[in-house]
């Protein structure tokens, strides 16, 4: 079977040398001050002349401050992550102008995540090694799972994160073998008392260590409450907060990861709910639940997912009533309060709330694939 080509990036956490973590110190705040003297420079140009700045203006610039006394530390660092944090600006406005976010900010010490972007001429990756431009030693990476056989790395992007953790994300072109097609279809119900329901009445609960974890959380935030403004203590409260912080964010994106890989190979079609995270949000006692459940990045995952291995998602429209619809008959309950988890139709039918509206967004959905926006083209 013929496979087909995709790019993936692959994260592994890696530890630096002394010499390379000071290293890496000074190029994340090098890309730090690039990004924001050349954002200073847009915003100054557009507020003073009405001029825009573009890209290529900005990288002409660099060029100048690496020659200035005062800023010739700038020609230290590998040029590529430099050039790459002028990119990402660039990007930042892309996005503002096109209404997606506000005006770029700039990026503070110890507050945003620092990173550094090395392109293909600005590493070599040998013999299972990542070495980076301007660094005698390769990196110690902890390779959790091994990249694709025959793998080029085109892009590594190194970052270290608020708990101090180093990380390497890998940018590759990988070949994925498509799974054989299969019959099975599913629909997927994103609950609050589960994590999702599946229409074939399989719950998914949250991952394991998640309340424990939660517990945990509580408590350090309250200690961090505690403690006095500008202390050493309340920096380390901050530290702790921020450490379990992540660790729930990866065990969650771990989870999903499984499951959406695990939904993705055993099912043709997968329909979902179009949720709105915005409005439902607005209701408080879900508002966790939803945030918890991290909808909006499982449902990317398994749409990238799918797009590998020839599958479909299929987003159902929010307002169809999924949950007062009875699945049998297809007669519509009047009211259906959030607390009722088990109801019976008049049909004589008694549904499980979630199941029941993961059934209907499976029907909705296998229409919509059937005779909706066009049939996915056959793969060569
Ligand atoms: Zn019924």
Redesign the pocket.
Known sequence: MAGRVVRRAFKFRFYPTAVQAEQLARTFGCTRYVYNRALAERTRAWSQEQRRVTYSDTSKMLTGWKREAETEWLAEPSKGPLQESLRQLQGAFDRFWRKQTGYPQCKKKGQSKDSATYFSNCFTYRGGQVRLAKQAEPLDIRWSRPLPEGAVPSQVTVSRNARGQYHISILVEDTITEPPSTDRVVGLDAGITSLYTLSTGEKITNPRHERADRARLVKAQRALAKKEKGSRNRAKARLKVAKIHGRIADRRRDYLHKLSTRLVRENQVIAIEDLSVRNMVKNRSLSRAISDASWSEFRSMLEYKADWYGRRVVAVDRFCPSSKT?S????IASAMPLDVRVWA?????VHDRDVNAARNILAVGLAVAACGDGVRPPRT
């Open positions: 009875c049998v008959c297809g007669v139709c008049r049909c004589g039918v």
